[in-house]
């Protein structure tokens, strides 16, 4: 009964510590402290790390490294926490209004709940089906496919949500819809030509990165791997386009995307099943349903606010994803030195891509003009 308290008590910590964390420490970027935000995103890694190694040491239960999981994100939200306290207000008679009332629950944070839902549905759902169908082993050897690229797109749009998000969110701060409206197209055209040569690096890789993150044994899932890539590009993508709902807070319409495709994967789940198809399968399901909520997702935004892309920009983009693919394909490798290189040879082509296409864009030149409270206090 001790024990199962313990794990009760570190658990729910670990969840209150860890939303903190999670909206402190971003908070100090939305406010132009970059520096700030990555030394804090560090420490609570790293004192996470120590202090778990230590009480691993002392007890080997998953409780104690839960407890020193608990010691990083107190080291990260702390201090961000003092930070913010000491950010100035931005104008001395700041009025107060009340931060979450009923309308804002009803209209706002309901139907973004509803779409979180449904969005992890799609994205997780699946392993239930998976599992009941064609059991453990083939979901294990899914799942280790879909992870890898979930996990390199999730440091992409960690990257972007550090860079760029908090100058399009200062833009809809504006009372002007046209210029909220134009700002969502500048964010739009600096993101997705960003995802293109990505993508083009992610499919690339993506045998590379499941020897080096996994183990040369698991070297035949870098097909589920590569399908994984493009499912995730596709979210990511849809991510981007429904930050127009942001514009007029209609979250509702987040819903209907991700709704269109829970019933679209469903569909064709209950296809493979009838069908008794291999596991392979799955993935281009999930893709197929992914692909659904983009175009739903377009169609639904484009009413909020219409897509005006920069089409050279695009092209150059994909032009250069293309040729990341192509000149990965062209390297061969036979052991955990040869991949990394890849990696590292992949990585920097495509970081000079990334530049070289952003220094041509003049919605990322317009958008990173614009000057967080921070910087405007700085002089920035």
């Not at 679209?264 to 392979?280: E, Q």
Request: net charge positive; with cysteine; aromatic share 8%.
């Amino acid at each position: 009964m001790a024990n199962q308290l313990g794990i009760a008590v570190v658990l729910s910590l670990t969840v209150w510590l860890g939303t903190w964390n999670a909206t402190l420490v971003p908070m100090l970027n939305m406010l132009g402290h970059r520096a700030g935000t990555a030394a804090l995103s560090m420490l609570t890694v790293a004192a996470g790390l120590v202090m778990s190694a230590l009480l691993i040491n002392w007890q080997a239960q998953a409780t104690f490294w839960l407890a020193g999981q608990l010691v990083g994100l107190a080291c990260g939200a702390l201090p961000a926490l003092h930070m913010l306290r000491r950010e100035e207000p931005t104008t001395p008679t700041a009025v107060r209004s009340a931060f979450l009332d009923r309308t804002t629950l009803q209209h706002y944070c309901l139907p973004l709940a509803m779409a979180t839902g449904l969005m992890w549905l799609l994205g997780s759902g699946y392993r239930f089906f998976v599992d009941a169908v064609w059991g453990a082993r083939d979901l294990g050897l899914l799942v280790l496919g879909l992870a890898v690229a979930a996990q390199f797109w999730a440091i992409i749009e960690n990257v972007a949500g550090q860079v760029v998000y908090p100058k399009y969110y200062c833009c809809l701060s504006r009372e002007n819809d046209t210029d909220k409206r134009n700002a969502f197209n500048q964010m739009v055209n600096v993101v997705i030509p960003s995802y293109l040569i990505l993508l083009g690096l992610g499919l690339a890789t993506a045998p590379h990165l499941l020897v080096v993150l996994a183990d040369l044994r698991f070297a035949n899932a870098s097909q589920l791997c590569s399908i994984a890539m493009l499912i995730e590009a596709m979210r990511a993508t849809t991510n981007v386009i429904t930050q127009a709902a942001q514009i007029e807070r209609k979250t509702a319409s987040m819903i209907f995307p991700y709704l269109v495709g829970v019933v679209s994967a469903v569909i064709g789940f209950g296809v493979l099943y009838l069908m008794k198809a291999t596991v392979i399968w799955v993935p281009w399901i999930l893709a197929f349903a992914m692909l659904c909520v983009l175009v739903t997702a377009v169609y639904k935004m484009h009413q909020i606010a219409p897509i005006y892309p920069d089409r050279k920009n695009w092209l150059l983009a994909l032009l250069a994803g293309l040729i990341v693919i192509l000149l990965t394909f062209s390297l061969q490798a036979s052991s955990m030195a040869g991949h990394i290189s890849v990696l590292f040879i992949s990585g920097t082509l495509s970081l000079c891509a990334l530049l070289w296409v952003q220094k041509r864009s003049k919605a990322f030149h317009a958008l990173m003009a614009v000057r967080l409270p921070a910087e405007r206090s700085q002089g920035i």
